[in-house]
């Protein structure tokens, strides 16, 4: 549970006059201050879990396509040089 910074401020006062300044000073470098905001709660976590799944899904849609188009570019390519051959073949016989 955060508090607020008054609370913090008593809770130093207090501490200052039964443990002395500098043991109270101590003991409230020990209760870390963060904003309640900043906290991600688990309706963050399943939203930012959601965009990273489509982001990665579109992602690999991408390189899947693009692999597609390397494959059936050298395919082509390849009965290309087939072709080439066998007509060599056919011309030199």
Same mark, same amino acid.
């Given at each position: @549970?955060?508090?607020?910074? &008054?609370?913090? &401020?008593?809770?130093?006062? =207090?501490? &200052?006059?039964a443990i002395g300044p500098d043991r109270a000073e101590i003991l409230m470098?020990?209760?870390?201050? +963060? *904003?309640?905001? *900043?906290?991600?709660?688990? $309706? *963050?976590?399943a939203e930012l879990r959601t965009e990273l799944? $489509?982001?990665?899904? *579109? =992602? #690999?849609? &991408?390189?899947?396509?693009? #692999?597609?188009?390397? +494959?059936? $570019?050298? #395919?082509?390519? @390849? +009965? ?10 056919? $011309?030199?016989?």
């Amino acid at each position: @549970m955060p508090i607020s910074e &008054a609370a913090r &401020a008593d809770l130093y006062t =207090g501490l &200052a006059e039964a443990i002395g300044p500098d043991r109270a000073e101590i003991l409230m470098a020990q209760l870390p201050r +963060f *904003d309640p905001a *900043d906290v991600a709660t688990k $309706t *963050d976590l399943a939203e930012l879990r959601t965009e990273l799944r $489509t982001e990665l899904r *579109d =992602g #690999l849609a &991408a390189v899947n396509q693009r #692999l597609d188009r390397l +494959f059936l $570019t050298l #395919l082509v390519g @390849m +009965f290309g040089i087939v072709a080439a051959l066998i007509s060599i073949v056919l $011309t030199i016989a």
